[in-house]
């Protein structure tokens, strides 16, 4: 069980990716500190998907990308069906998808409900 979305640090430049890449996309160093990429993110942008690949139970399938406060970008499914870009959503461990029955796990991104 995985709970903490984690990203990959430069030690050469301080960029902070993810997902991990063979090479630092800012300097090309290939030294990495795994570090949190927090609990709470903006969504930037969304799309709705409605053609879905065998093993999704989900239509439409809300992706968006989201930006964490270190300005790390990532790219999941969003669970609710009002996306709206800027609001504040946290990194939640559950069932993607099923292929070949089995199911495969990952983050989708959850409103932080206002109060
Ligand atoms: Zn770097």
Same mark, same amino acid.
């Given at each position: 069980m995985q709970e903490k979305m984690m990203g990959w640090k430069c030690r050469r430049c301080g960029k902070v990716m993810y997902p991990k890449h063979e090479r630092c996309l800012g300097c090309k160093g290939i030294v990495f500190d795994e570090v949190s !990429? =927090?609990? &709470?993110?903006?969504?930037?942008?969304?799309?709705k998907l409605y053609s879905l690949p065998r093993g999704i139970e989900i239509s439409p399938l809300t992706l968006g990308i989201v930006e964490f406060n270190n300005k790390v970008k990532a790219l999941g499914q969003i669970t609710t069906n009002? #996306? &709206? #870009? =800027?609001?504040? !959503?946290? #990194?939640?461990? =559950?069932? !993607?998808?099923?292929i070949d029955e089995k199911e495969v796990y990952g983050f989708k991104f959850e409103p932080i409900t206002q109060e």
């Amino acid at each position: 069980m995985q709970e903490k979305m984690m990203g990959w640090k430069c030690r050469r430049c301080g960029k902070v990716m993810y997902p991990k890449h063979e090479r630092c996309l800012g300097c090309k160093g290939i030294v990495f500190d795994e570090v949190s !990429l =927090g609990d &709470e993110c903006n969504l930037i942008t969304y799309t709705k998907l409605y053609s879905l690949p065998r093993g999704i139970e989900i239509s439409p399938l809300t992706l968006g990308i989201v930006e964490f406060n270190n300005k790390v970008k990532a790219l999941g499914q969003i669970t609710t069906n009002k #996306p &709206e #870009p =800027g609001m504040k !959503l946290h #990194p939640a461990w =559950g069932k !993607l998808r099923t292929i070949d029955e089995k199911e495969v796990y990952g983050f989708k991104f959850e409103p932080i409900t206002q109060e």
